[in-house]
């Protein structure tokens, strides 16, 4: 993974080339004081005080240039303002003109992450920006990387990332924190945890199914537990894809590299919380083994599910995840689940859906969403729709019948499997993004990480 440490560094006074930021606002009276090689070169570039617009300007000697950037509000910068410039400026060391680059460091520095693993790009040297306020730069750089887990997991081809290799890198980020890991597969997988069992059954061996997880922090603070789906790669089981739905399914474990990202980054900090991370990871693969339409599933908690559609595979293993987590009377419980085409109809790709059981932790998730430029769209867990779910012969289904409300239905879907008592979010996320952006390129990616983080760091920190 890209080193981005050398992407931010403490101000301290050392030779740097100054980028000025000027929006439509301001633009004209800073004009008005630039010499007249700074004006026809803004000509010459046909340079508009635009979002993302760039140019460079020429100093007195050949190496002295400096260069300006466009941007919505020069006053106040937001998190992907200065990822083009990042993107397209040479290798250096640079200082914004009069002020802090404050929200926009972080663009500056996923700007610069390279997914390599399969294609190796030339090597460069990073270009640094200086801050005054050094204290923002480690932090920074901890919501940097974990968006960057995300898209190194997401990217990597499922042919190289199975259960097996999920359970390795959260063993890795274990290890690191020393959190205390525990892996169930096999027959003991079979007894404990049927679903996440009968979704994986039909892969080889070398891909069996498992529930992994981690357990970090002290006993005496609050529990909280992050779920994350990890269905490293689905065909739609006996219910097939057709080949255009299954193209991006590796991508279908973007729960569980969110819910390890965010687990990292509260390690990491040394958040005082007791965290038990759990992500059930499978492939839902096609064999004579693979649970069929129709088949009646038990389930953890004890009620029955009949399984009618075999594509609605994630929220079968997250209810067994989900399950176990309420056993240990968490004070919280996040999910996070690549778990309906229905969100990405309803919102897009950009925008997750939030369902929660608790008006608090719902206010705050899309506060802290609105407040950093990640944000999040609440959906309602509505009563009215639970009867959709219905079995004639078991204690429920798994995916209605109809395509009505299938983002809605999944959530209460869940929902049975979570302590009413516990406060609960679910974030339905995409994981993916299908065009690239200024610090932002296509591919996985993260959506609701830094929001989840915030409001961790806010109740407990």
């Not at 008005?32 to 046909?46: E, S, V």
């Amino acid at each position: 993974m890209t080193d981005l440490k050398a992407t931010l560094s403490p101000d301290r006074g050392q030779p740097a080339r100054t980028l000025h930021l000027v929006d439509t606002a301001g633009h004209d009276e800073w004009l008005r004081h630039q010499p007249p090689r700074h004006r026809a070169a803004l000509i010459a570039q046909r340079f508009k005080p635009n979002a993302g617009s760039l140019a460079i300007l020429p100093g007195e000697a050949a190496e002295a240039w400096s260069a300006v950037i466009g941007v919505a509000r020069a006053g106040a910068l937001t998190p992907w303002c200065l990822a083009r410039a990042a993107e397209a400026l040479p290798e250096g060391v640079y200082r914004l003109d009069g002020q802090e680059p404050g929200a926009a460091m972080l663009g500056w520095a996923l700007a610069q992450h390279r997914f390599d693993r399969y294609r190796k790009e030339e090597a460069t040297c990073a270009r640094t920006l200086l801050t005054g306020e050094p204290s923002r730069i480690d932090p920074v750089l901890a919501e940097a990387a974990a968006t960057a887990r995300v898209r190194e997991l997401v990217n990597t081809s499922a042919g190289d990332l199975g259960p097996a290799e999920l359970e390795s890198a959260v063993a890795e980020v274990g290890a690191a924190h020393g959190a205390r890991l525990t892996v169930t597969k096999g027959a003991e997988l079979e007894r404990g945890y049927p679903m996440i069992h009968a979704v994986g059954a039909a892969a080889i061996a070398a891909r069996a199914p498992r529930l992994i997880e981690l357990d970090w922090g002290r006993d005496d603070h609050p529990r909280v537990a992050i779920v994350g789906k990890g269905v490293c790669f689905d065909t739609g089981g006996l219910d097939l894809k057709p080949s255009a739905a299954m193209r991006l399914m590796k991508k279908d474990m973007g729960g569980a590299a969110h819910a390890l990202a965010l687990a990292e980054l509260i390690m990491a900090a040394r958040l005082p919380v007791r965290l038990h991370l759990l992500i059930p990871a499978v492939e839902n693969a096609v064999s004579g083994a693979a649970f069929r339409p129709g088949d009646v599933l038990r389930t953890r908690k004890g009620v029955t599910v009949e399984n009618t559609n075999t594509d609605a595979e994630g929220r079968l293993i997250l209810a067994d995840a989900l399950t176990r987590a309420g056993e240990a009377k968490p004070g919280l419980i996040l999910d996070f689940a690549t778990l309906t085409g229905a969100a990405r109809v309803a919102l897009g790709p950009d925008l997750p859906p939030l369902f929660a059981n608790n008006e608090g932790l719902a206010g705050d998730l899309l506060a802290a969403g609105e407040r950093l430029d990640d944000p999040l769209w609440r959906m309602p867990l509505w009563d009215g729709y639970d009867d959709m779910l219905k079995s004639d012969i078991a204690d429920m289904v798994n995916a209605p019948e109809g395509a009505f409300a299938g983002a809605i239905t999944a959530a209460l879907f869940l929902r049975r499997f979570v302590p009413a008592e516990t406060p609960w979010a679910h974030l339905d996320v995409f994981a993916w993004r299908p065009a690239g952006k200024p610090g932002r390129p296509k591919g996985g990616d993260a959506f609701g990480l830094r929001a989840a983080w915030a409001m961790l760091k806010e109740r407990y920190a």
